[in-house]
C-alpha cells in the first residue's frame, strides 16, 4: 500500500482535509473552524491510520500551530507550505509572500488537473478570482467580498432588512422587501462574477477554463453559465502537489 499523506487546508471558516497518496485523493473531510476542538475532531479522523506527514496551507496564523502540534502529538510531521515551496510556477505577483497560499494551491491543483488556460473562483468566506496560463503561469486575480458576508452585512448593519435564504429569483425587480434582497444578491454576484471572467478573455484575448470551488462554488456554478466545472478538493490537490514536488520517496 502506498505511504498516506494528510493534507489540511486552513480557512477562515473550515478546515478541509484530504487524505492522498501520491497519485490520488482517497478521501475528504471538513470541519468547522470555530467548533469546540478542531484539531481533536481530525485526531479522532486520522486514528488507527499509518501517515507519514501532514501538509498544512493555513490563512489562519493562528491556528497553524495548533494543527501542527496536534499532528505532532499524534506522531505526524508537520509540512507547513509557503509560496517559496511552490515549484513549476512562475508567479507574476508584487509581493508573493502577500498571496495566499491557498490561492496558488487552486492554481496549481487546477494546472495539474487540466492542463489549460484556468480561471479559478473560490466562492468562500471571501471570493477570490485567479488567473493562470497553461505554460504554468500564475497571472494574478482579483478578491471580491464573499457570499455570506454580504447576505450577513445587511442584516447586521440596517436594522429593518431580515436576514432571507438565499436563492435565485423569478424576476429583477423584487416585489417584497425579501425579494428585493435576494434579488439584488443573486444579480450582484452573478453579474459581477459574470463580468469579470468576460473581461479577463478580453483582455488578454484567449480562451480560459473556468473553475468553481469553495463552500459556495457548487451553487454558482449552478447559477452562472461562463462557469464550467465545480471541483471542491481543488486546494487540497494543490496543497498535495507542492508537497510531492518538494519531497521524493
Known sequence: MSDLVVALDIGNTNVHIGLADEKNLKKTWVIPLHRDNPVK???????????????????????????????????????????????????KYYRPANLGIDRIANVKGGLSLYKRNIIVIDAGTATTVDVALKNRTYL????????????????QKTALLPRVELKKPGHIIGRSTISGIQAGIY???????????????????????????????RLIHRWIDEIELFEPGLSLRGILKIYFENVKK
Request: charged content about 20%; glycine content about 12%.
Open 41 to 91: 475532531k481530525l485526531n479522532r479522523i486520522l486514528k488507527g491510520k499509518t501517515i507519514i506527514a501532514g501538509v498544512i496551507a493555513s490563512v489562519v496564523p493562528g491556528m497553524t500551530e495548533k494543527f501542527s502540534s496536534g499532528l505532532k502529538k499524534i506522531g505526524i510531521k508537520p509540512f507547513i507550505i509557503n509560496f517559496r515551496m511552490v515549484k513549476n510556477l512562475t508567479i
Open 187 to 217: 444579480y450582484s454576484i452573478t453579474e459581477s462574477i459574470r463580468g469579470i471572467v468576460h473581461r479577463i478573455k478580453r483582455e488578454l484575448n484567449k480562451q480560459f477554463f473556468c473553475i468553481a470551488t469553495g463552500g459556495w462554488g
Open 140 to 155: 494574478g486575480g482579483l478578491i471580491l467580498p464573499g457570499i455570506s458576508s454580504s447576505v450577513d452585512y445587511l442584516h
